[in-house]
């Protein structure tokens, strides 16, 4: 598959990354147009300006949000011809970019952190993606983690906002984690590796389970155990239930400000 990226900032290379580590891409079918040269992975080429020949399989647009208009001035007329447009821009949705970039069909995704392990979430938003075009962006995130499609603009907002800051949400959780392992007479360092190494053995059973995670909580805790008095606390009035909701609603809200602009 050959890639044409303009902008390749931090979440772009991170998908770069694992993109060419999967064999999904190979790096001499990939060219990079940053304004300046930053370190990528293998030998993949960059330029400040597309390559000449015919047009890409898919183009990935990695820019900042507030650069689209100046980007699109520069490049439009060159991405005609081109059948994908890729999108991951906060904010920018398929009309939008369809009136910057008139010719390749516009996707709009958001991806998270972790696809550059392969363990991340791809929400795709595309109402109008037909099936080969949905084939080829399958076939592109596939190595990146799990992919999520949403015709609808505010369930494919909700995803982003869940997925996109969940990672950060769930890094305060380990540390808060650890903190109660200090208040209980833990050093620092050990009570912060337990933690990590808690959640991620967590996480993978809950991964594998056919249960869902209320069931193993449930199963992990004897009655008048040491876990059932620890639940108690986090389930008195839903504590836990409403601090997320309020903590997420707060990230869509932010999300939904940024994108009217």
Do not use: Y
């Not at 689209?68 to 005609?80: E, K, P």
Request: hydrophobic share 50%.
């Amino acid at each position: 598959m050959r890639l044409w990226m303009i902008g390749c900032g931090n979440m772009a290379s991170a998908m770069l990354r694992r993109w060419l580590a999967s064999g999904v891409v190979a790096a001499g079918d990939v060219d990079v147009v940053n304004r300046t040269d930053r370190s990528l992975p293998g030998d993949v080429r960059q330029a400040r300006t597309l390559p000449d020949g015919p047009p890409p399989d898919v183009v990935v647009l990695g820019i900042k949000p507030q650069q689209l208009d100046d980007v699109a001035a520069v490049h439009r007329d060159r991405l005609r011809d081109a059948p994908l447009l890729v999108s991951m821009l906060a904010g920018a949705d398929p009309a939008r970019l369809s009136a910057a970039f008139p010719g390749p069909l516009a996707i709009q995704t958001m991806p998270n952190l972790p696809v550059e392990l392969g363990r991340g979430v791809v929400a795709i938003h595309a109402p109008a993606a037909p099936a080969d075009a949905r084939a080829t962006v399958d076939r592109l995130m596939a190595p990146l983690g799990l992919i999520e499609w949403f015709d609808d603009a505010a369930r494919f907002a909700a995803a982003g906002a869940l997925s996109g800051c969940g990672p950060a949400f769930l890094f305060r959780f380990v540390d808060a984690l650890a903190a109660g392992g200090v208040a209980i007479g833990l050093d620092p360092a050990r009570a912060a590796a337990v933690a990590l190494a808690t959640v991620e053995g967590a996480a993978a059973m809950a991964a594998a389970s056919d249960r869902t995670p209320a069931a193993l909580a449930d199963a992990v805790a004897s009655p008048g155990g040491m876990t059932r008095a620890g639940l108690n606390v986090l389930d008195d009035e839903e504590a836990l239930v409403t601090l997320l909701e309020r903590t997420i609603g707060a990230a869509a809200a932010r999300g939904a400000e940024m994108a009217k602009g």
